[in-house]
């Protein structure tokens, strides 16, 4: 994509108009890295929309048929950042996406696009793509279907949103690439996680209890990026998930970690997201191993809509850990970037004795999902009910009878869990899972980042750690799990916790010795990288885009309200409101899925300035909600709501809806409805 065809207007004007004096000042303050002289980096940041369908689409991460998308609070996005060194060598691509996961099916197509547009330069072997873990996006873009059953299958406009998104942010990244300096830093957060698995984590030997002494990780790292002297960009990596939002949200959301970059991005630094191709400042949020790390602190799923103050709240706590850090001296990066991937049959893995513990060898086995991953995590979410955490005394006497019986090479692979979907036989028949994975090594300087396709405990982060920083002699602080990455097989647990079953351990597909396996992984590929060696790619997943099965029912055709026109305003705004208070407007609307506004708004709040009317918020503001609903058979309501913030400037304002209409013939249409002018005041 050429980004010169984005749209040139800007409300960075009226933004900054609005601001707190001082706002913008922590991202400008100097890092007291040596600006001088060479710099060590060629650096690029970019930034693209990756939303997806925001209505009759299901959500993502709760595993609820209930959870349909019902419009949108704030939009996900795609954060790129390439990597090189001055000389011209090969960089790495690191990408933070705002999504539940990232799939085998984005990961290819990503790749595949990449080659077309940039040849052999960004490959799987430099290309870490990662996501935040909201449980408040869309689903349906997965190639396997145990992950498009509450979606009804395949979504190929959220598919292509994703995509398109990640694209285009890594263009935007490449094409920003420019000398820069690098300052890696850590510090600790501990009131933004709580363990929701303590009674597995206390399973582990006294090493590992002994480093994280209230059952959290709290360790928060900032990669610092500086062009000369200035602060214009920063990837934080801190472990906690993404369910601030609730389960019964029906809104799209960013959730914790999207409010934390959108805050600093949007509200410190007054990014134009729509309009601003080449921000000043690109911050990203990243998961490392948060796999039993939540952050509802009270161990407690939240209800909606107060679990929009909870997302807020976690979300600031992370932006606050990382702008503490701006300024701190750190450690400047040099030596280069380097990486390293391979694939794995998780399914078939010999794991030597010197990863296993016991000083015997295992091997890993075909996945299957145990009746702890059905029940959910009672902390966050609950699954199915009937199922339990833990013990679940039928499918434990079903497993240890009629399973591992005849089957002891199963049972020492997947004991004790006890087996409710055998999804690896169902393999042979259709793809549920996938069982070849990527797992990757990544250097940036001193920084190691291991891309682990799940979601991974934090006492099985330190181990995986571990086995890196001692191979690469790098200080464990400096070696990070980037978890979610790449590709997607649920969880990652010690043994130790494996045996508890908690939700983590049922979730943990190839059995207990998966840790040990991946271990064994990560350190081949650090010993390759410290040794300069390639290694081979391994057994690369097949490619599944021409066998998805799709069953969503189709917009047929949109109709407004008897007596009414697309875009009729049906309920309007008061004619005046005061700084604190929330404006909520009724349109005559259209499925919002005839057009995914894409680097778009379906809204826009406008203030008459100068005797114009100037964008003050759109739907990627925390402060907009854009709710669907139909109205009847084919007809739609759409309400938009606006919290006046407490430093709106005051005067004239309105709202705009933009949508989209179906016609009988197939022919979409756009429209746009306007409410009458209302007065704000403090």
């Known amino acids: 994509m050429d980004v010169s065809d984005l749209p040139t207007r800007s409300r960075r004007a009226v933004l900054r108009a609005t601001a ?170 501990r009131d933004a996680s709580a363990n929701r698995s303590r009674a597995a984590f206390d399973r582990n030997p006294g ?121 701190a001296t750190g450690v400047r990066l040099t030596g280069g970037v380097d990486s390293r991937l391979v694939y794995v049959d998780l399914s078939e893995v010999v794991v030597s004795p010197e990863f296993t513990g016991d000083g015997r060898t295992h091997r890993t086995s075909k996945p299957a ?74 250097r940036v300087g001193r920084l190691h980042l291991i891309g682990i396709p799940g979601e991974v405990t934090i006492g099985a982060g330190l181990r995986l750690r571990r086995t890196v920083a001692g191979i690469a002699g790098a200080d464990l602080a400096d070696v990070l799990v980037a978890g979610y990455a790449n590709s997607y097989f649920h969880y990652v647990t010690t043994p130790e916790e494996y045996d508890a079953q908690q939700y983590e351990g049922g979730s943990t ?21 410290r040794d300069g060696r390639r290694l081979p790619l391994g057994p690369v997943p097949p490619d599944l885009s021409g066998s998805q099965l799709s069953l969503q029912p189709p917009i047929v055709v949109d109709v407004p309200q008897p007596m009414r026109a697309f875009g009729d305003v049906l309920t309007g705004p008061r004619d005046s409101y005061r700084a604190g208070e929330r404006v909520s407007v009724v349109f005559a609307g259209a499925h919002p899925g005839n057009d995914l506004h894409r680097r778009g708004t379906y809204l826009e709040v406008q203030r008459h300035e100068d005797g114009r009317w100037r964008t003050v918020a759109d739907d990627g503001d925390w402060s907009t909600r854009f709710h669907w609903e139909r109205d009847g058979i084919a007809a739609s309501k759409v309400t938009v709501t606006w919290d006046v913030p407490g430093d709106a400037a005051p005067g004239g304002y309105r709202v705009r809806y933009h949508g989209h209409a179906r016609h009988l013939t197939g022919a979409v249409s756009a429209f746009t409805g306007t409410t009458p002018t209302f007065t704000v005041s403090r």
């Open 509 to 529: 597909l190839f059995g207990r010795w998966q840790l040990p396996a991946l271990q064994q992984v990560v350190a081949e590929l650090a010993t390759a990288m």
């Open 207 to 327: 090493d590992i209890r002994a480093h994280f002494p209230d059952a959290i990780d709290p360790q928060t790292s900032l990669l610092r990026i500086e062009r000369a002297g200035r602060a214009v960009g920063a990837v934080n990596w801190f472990a906690t998930h993404g369910t601030s939002m609730s389960g019964d949200n029906r809104l799209i959301s960013a959730d914790n970690k999207g409010y934390a970059a959108y805050h600093w991005e949007r509200e410190v630094e007054r990014v134009d997201y729509r309009a601003d191709a080449d921000p000043g400042f690109v911050s990203a949020f990243a998961q490392t191993n948060a796999g039993d790390m939540s952050p509802n602190l009270d161990l407690r799923p939240p209800a909606t809509p107060e679990d929009f103050e909870r997302t807020r709240v976690n979300g600031h706590r992370q932006y606050e850990a990382a702008v503490r850090q701006l300024g």
């Open 20 to 189: 707190a004096a001082g706002l913008g000042l922590a991202a400008s303050r100097p890092g007291r890295a040596d600006a001088a002289g060479t710099a060590s980096f060629l650096v690029g940041r970019g930034i693209s929309d990756a939303t997806g369908e925001v209505a009759e689409c299901g959500m993502m991460g709760y595993g609820r048929f209930d959870q349909q998308a019902a419009g949108l609070h704030t939009r996900l996005r795609a954060r790129s950042f390439a990597i090189a060194t001055p000389d011209g060598g090969d960089p790495v691509l690191l990408i933070v996406v705002d999504s539940p996961m990232i799939f085998e099916s984005v990961h290819q197509a990503v790749l595949r696009r990449l080659g077309e547009r940039f040849g052999d330069r960004y490959t799987e072997q430099n290309v870490l793509i990662t996501a935040t873990h909201t449980h408040a996006g869309p689903g349906g873009y997965s190639h396997h279907l145990l992950y498009n059953l509450t979606t009804i299958g395949f979504h190929r406009r959220t598919f292509d949103a994703v995509v398109d998104g990640i694209v285009e942010s890594a263009e935007r990244a490449h094409a920003d690439l420019a000398p820069a300096e690098l300052t890696l830093t850590h510090g600790e957060l």
């Open 369 to 442: 999902i145990g009746a702890p991953m059905a029940a959910g995590s009672t902390e966050d979410g609950p699954a199915f009910p009937g199922f339990a955490e833990g013990e679940n005394p039928f499918w434990d006497a079903v497993s240890g009878s009629v399973v591992y019986g005849p089957a002891p090479e199963l049972r020492d692979a997947q004991a004790p869990k006890a087996i409710v979907v055998p999804v690896g036989a169902m393999n042979h028949v259709y793809p549920w899972v996938q069982e070849q994975v990527p797992v990757q090594l990544v």
